[in-house]
Structure formats: C-alpha cells, structure tokens
C-alpha cells in the first residue's frame, strides 16, 4: 500500500469522524503535504522504518489553534493502535537523528501520533520562509530548495476548509523569469565544460572525463525539468522522476548511455546527442524564438559540440527589463545536490536571497 493511500483512508475512517463528534464546528485543513517519499509518491518497504505510515497534517486558523492540544489529547485516546495493519503509535522525535520518529506498535495506553497541527501561516513560514507566496519576489524563489517546492505541490489535500489550495496556488511553477534565468544557467553551466569530457579522454583522464559527462548529464535532466514545468526533486529521487517525466525516451536513453559508456568516443557521441536532443525539447518549448544549431567541431578540434552559450545567450536575452537581468547565471544551491545542507535549510534563505540580490546590484 502506498502511504498517500494509506493516510487518505485514515483521516477519513478515524480522524475525521472524531473531529466531526468532538469538535462540529471547527473549520479545518488537512492533508499529506510537505516532506516524506510518501508525498511524492516514491515510497517503498524501505521507506516504512521511519516517518512513514498512517499520519496527516492538520491546518487550523489562528483563532483555533489554540484548540491543538485538546484535539491531541482526544486523538490519543481514540486513535486505535493500528490501521490497516501498520502502528498508529511513534516514538518520540530522536534529538540525535533530526527528530525522526519511527513506529512503534503499543498494544496498551495512550497513542502517540505522526499527526501535525499547524496554521498554515506557521507551516508556510517553516516550508519555504513566507507565509504569502503571492508576495516572493524573484530573489527570493531563488532561495527556495527546489524539492520543498516539489514536496508543496505534490501534496494531497483530504479536507480544505481554509482555502489552502488558493495559497499554494502561487507555488505551481516558477514565475517566468526566474524559469528564464534557470534555463539560461543550466545551458551556461553546460557551455563551460562541452569540451572537457571528450579533453580529458584525450589526455588519458578517463575519471575526469567521467565526471564531466555526469555534470553535464545532470544540467541535460534538470533542463528537461524546467521545459515541463516540473520540480525537480533532490537527488534520491532525481533519476527516477526523470524516468517518469515526459520527455521524449530517446532523450532519456542517451543520457543513460552516456553516464555508461565504457570509452571517450562512445561517452561524446552518446552526450552530444543527448545535448542536442534537449535543443530540440528547448525548440519547442516557446521560451525563446528557435535556436539554430548543430553538431560541430569545438573552434576546429577533434571534439563535437552543440555550442550550448547560444541557447544560454538566447534565453538571458528574455531576461531584459527583469530583476534578474545581468545576474551571473549560476542556477541555485539546490541543484547541487551536497550543498542540502543550506540550500535546504529554510533559515538561511533570506541570507541566499540576498546574495542573489547583490550580484543584481553590480
């Protein structure tokens, strides 16, 4: 069973009927938003041993959230032990493990649930820094981790009293300049190493050449994300919601080739095509008027390149007129995978807001 599944039956053959009884008048939102492999729907066994299994967030107005404790108290009491044969009952938030809990299956006393009683100010402000998404301006989206992004859409709202889904609605995609700016990055970053995979083949640096088809390869699949206007989760799930997307499979099958190929000659031609089939995707997507181009050699080399700046060169063009115009084309901290450790922390947000804010001002 997979956990969206399992936590929509919970609310609403046991929570939702207490709620109902105890507490008729309340004006609620609740739902499985946020973290957890169960959200997004790529959850397995393996996910099961922590922060997994029946649970739900539950939104509350400001008025009402004061009422937090009497709900718990009533969720304890009347909460069975198990549901559809998984613990209903956690232990305790581990201070050594950032406050992971685990399941742990009583058979007497009073239960302690994975459920989360917010506001949904409180949990914005938690999720991604501001409670107004309408408000974020483009320094600050990009400041925001892609997959807490992710995590907020891809969430399942059981129960939305307080108009939750209006909120959120602003966090769909990107705005389009801050898309611009990302798509412009990522073919930058591409255009400063097109020729290094096949160089350091070359020069016997099979590692070297290794590493910068796998860089390459992770700009190619983050530019599939952004022409389909999908978040992009972190790394874990990163090969595995490509396989998912949709992009035409010979796209997909070229990057993977590339990442196996056993020599230099096989890794270029596998990459160069997988480069210029994402040309093609950009072509297509309207982001800019079509980019011309081919597989040619690099300024006269033994080595094939697309010249991936015209496209990064084409899309900055559209940035004109934007608060990002001008800024260095770096992309994000959160599409460098072991960087998570800020890039994902929501309180150093404003601070990365800010840098993005200066390099505008030079």
């Known amino acids: 069973m ?3 599944e399992l936590c929509r039956g919970f609310f609403f053959d046991i929570a939702k009927p207490l709620l109902d009884r105890y507490f008729p008048e309340l004006r609620y939102t609740a739902g499985l938003i946020g973290y957890g492999s169960d959200v997004l729907g ?25 009422r937090k404790g009497d ?21 305790q938030p581990d201070p050594q493990d950032n406050g992971v809990r685990r399941p742990a299956l009583i ?8 459920v989360f009683i917010e506001t949904i100010d409180g949990f914005l402000e938690d999720e991604i820094g501001a409670a107004s998404p309408s408000a974020l301006d483009p320094f600050d989206w990009l400041a925001i981790s892609e997959h807490r992004l992710l995590s907020l859409v891809s969430g399942t709202l059981f129960v ?6 209006e909120r959120l609605a602003p966090l769909r995609y990107y705005p ?11 073919w930058d970053i591409i255009a400063s190493e097109q020729a290094f995979a096949k160089r350091c083949g070359a020069l016997g640096d099979e590692a070297g050449s290794r590493l910068v088809c796998a860089r390459i390869a992770d700009r190619l ?4 994300f952004l022409y389909r206007e999908t978040y992009a989760p972190y790394s874990k799930w990163f090969g595995t919601a490509l396989e998912r997307l949709d992009v035409d499979s010979e796209l997909k099958r070229r990057v993977r080739l590339a990442l196996e190929a056993p020599d230099v000659e096989s890794r270029e031609e596998h990459l160069v095509q997988a480069q210029a089939l994402t040309a093609d995707l950009h072509n297509q997507s ?3 008027e079509p980019v011309a181009y081919r597989i040619e050699p690099y300024f006269g080399r033994d080595i094939r390149v697309i010249f991936a700046e015209k496209f990064a060169e084409k899309t900055a063009e559209t940035l004109q007129g934007t608060p990002l115009e001008g800024v260095p084309l770096i992309g994000t901290l959160s599409q460098i995978g072991n960087l998570s450790a800020v890039a994902d922390e929501v309180r150093y947000s404003r601070h990365i807001a800010a840098f993005y804010r200066g390099l505008s001002a030079r």
Not at 45 to 57: I, Q
Not at 71 to 89: D, K
Not at 107 to 114: C, E, I, Y
Request: glycine share 8%.
């Open 176 to 186: 389009r300049e801050v898309k611009a700016y990302l798509i412009a990055s990522n």
């Open 42 to 66: 790529y959850d397995d066994e393996v996910s099961r041993d922590h922060m997994w299994g029946p649970r739900f967030y539950l939104f509350l107005s400001p008025e009402d959230i004061s």
């Open 286 to 288: 309207g982001v800019t």
């Open 71 to 91: 709900i718990l108290e009533i969720f304890s009491e009347h909460f069975p032990y198990q549901y559809q044969g998984f613990s209903v009952n956690f232990t």
């Open 160 to 165: 939305d009293k307080l108009g939750m889904a």
């Open 107 to 114: 058979a007497s006393g009073r239960v302690d649930p994975l």
């Open 221 to 224: 699949m983050r530019l599939c």
């Open 2 to 4: 997979k956990g969206m």
